[in-house]
Nanobody
C-alpha cells in the first residue's frame, strides 16, 4: 500500500523557520519524482517545490525562492522542506506528493503550517 505521511507542521512567528517531513512507504522512493504543494484557506492548491527522483534537479515557485529548500533522502524514504524567513502568506496546509513517469499521483494527508505573531 502506498502511503505518504507529512509531519513537522506547527505555529511559527514571522521570520521564523520550520522543517516539514514526508515519510513514504509502499514503493521505491528513488523511482518517483516528488513535490510539496500547499493550500491556503479559500485558495487553490499550488505547487511550491519539486525534486527529481535522484534529487539532482529542483524547482521552486518565485515567492519561496531563496527561503525554502526541498531535499530528499531516498535511503530513509523521506523528503523535506526547510522553510526560512516564514511570512503570514505562507500559512497553509502543506501536502506531500509523489508522481510517476506514467502520470500517477499519490498524496499525503497534509500538515498545517501557521505563520502568525
Amino acid at each position: 500500500q502506498v502511503q505518504l505521511v507529512e509531519t513537522g507542521g506547527g505555529l511559527v512567528q514571522p521570520g521564523g523557520s520550520l522543517t516539514i517531513t514526508c515519510a513514504a512507504s509502499g514503493f521505491t522512493l528513488s523511482r518517483v519524482g516528488m513535490a510539496w504543494y500547499r493550500q491556503a484557506p479559500g485558495k487553490e492548491r499550488e505547487l511550491v517545490a519539486s525534486i527529481s527522483n535522484s534529487g539532482d534537479s529542483t524547482n521552486y515557485i518565485a515567492s519561496v525562492k531563496g527561503r525554502f529548500t526541498i531535499s530528499r533522502d531516498n535511503d530513509k524514504n523521506k523528503m523535506y522542506l526547510r522553510m526560512n524567513n516564514l511570512q503570514p502568506e505562507d500559512t497553509a496546509v502543506y501536502f506531500c506528493n509523489a508522481y510517476t513517469s506514467t502520470g500517477s499521483n499519490f498524496w499525503g494527508q497534509g500538515t498545517q503550517v501557521t505563520v502568525s505573531s
